[in-house]
């Protein structure tokens, strides 16, 4: 249902042309860890390359290519885990809706117990993951798991799970700094608020495909609760992104190019926000999807300021 961890598009109730191939054993597990949805991996991504590469502006060195590669890594299989464990909490609720009755825990094709080993195991990758970095960074990552347990039960007693799902999303703004400084600055809150207030909009966006089907079943979202002026909510929440991040810009002293990727990163934000249709479900997937290009041009201009920023040493 709602939510980037476990909402996905109308199709992914049947097998993805990506996964026909695939052994049939395996593909109800690929189904619950999202593979054949790259998307939200990418997403949860963006602010742990953003963390990364601000960090490195503040320190006047390059982006740690190596943690870069961890950082992706981990994004993969802890939106896997993350995937599995909201099909776990929703699969009475996915078996009442249309669209959601055919996923592997609905449709029995992968027991309870099956799918919460299979959590356990992508959690295991990640913690060996986040092993690799420093003691901070360790309980950082640790401390990401309460909104990420949470996250699941807010649609169902809130209109602002998105809240939720920013503050499990956006953390890796906090990881991406503190696996090079050590510890945290305000520029990383800064940035970690900027990316809440991103996924907040960007969820918002794709919660417009599942209005009458979380309706149905008593799931709260952002796009329920904006109505009408789904628009105007969405602009309000990128705009404060926006300032956020600026300031966290402004915080390291980065140059020209962070500014520009900023600038690269607002007006995709921009064009998204015209772009929205209420009425249309197959616009909001694609503005949600393309948010992946937007965090990538942010990431960019953080990256390459840092590069060309970097001291000799």
């Known amino acids: 249902m709602s939510g980037t961890f476990g909402r996905s598009d109308p199709s992914q109730d049947l097998p993805d042309a990506a996964l026909r191939r695939w ?93 919460v080993a299979f959590l356990v195991a992508q959690a295991l990758v990640g913690l060996a993951v986040l092993l690799c970095f420093n003691g901070v960074t360790v309980g950082l990552g640790i401390a990401a798991l309460l909104p990420v347990a949470v996250y699941p039960f807010m649609k169902r007693i809130t209109n602002w799970p998105q809240f939720v799902l920013g503050l499990a999303f956006a953390w890796g703004a906090l990881v991406g700094w503190s696996a090079t400084a050590g510890g945290l600055a305000w520029p990383a809150l800064a940035l970690y608020a900027g990316a809440i207030l991103w996924t907040m909009g960007y969820d918002t966006i794709y919660a417009l495909q599942d209005i009458a089907d979380d309706a149905v079943v008593g799931i709260g979202s952002t796009a329920i609760q904006f109505g009408r002026h ?63 290009d937007a965090g990538l041009l942010l990431f960019a201009g953080l990256a390459l300021q840092a590069w060309l920023g970097a001291g000799p040493g």
């Open 23 to 115: 052994p049939a054993a395996v593909r109800p597990y690929a189904q619950l860890a999202r593979i054949d949805r790259p998307i939200g991996w990418q997403l949860l991504l963006a602010p742990c390359w953003w963390g990364t590469a601000l960090v490195a502006n503040a320190v006047q060195a390059p982006p740690n290519l190596f943690h870069l590669g961890l950082f992706a890594l981990g994004a993969v299989v802890m939106r896997g885990a993350g995937s599995t464990g909201n099909d776990i909490v929703d699969r009475d609720l996915d078996r009442s809706v249309e669209r959601t009755r055919g996923r592997p825990l609905a449709s029995r094709r992968v027991s309870t117990r099956q799918a």
């Open 230 to 292: 789904v628009r105007g909510g969405v602009a309000t929440l990128y705009v404060l992104a926006l300032a956020a991040c600026g300031a966290a810009i402004a915080g390291v002293g980065a140059g020209p190019w962070a500014w520009a990727g900023l600038a690269a990163f607002g007006a995709h934000l921009a064009w998204q926000v015209a772009s929205i249709r209420a009425d249309e479900p197959g616009r909001a997937l694609m503005l949600f999807r393309s948010n992946r």
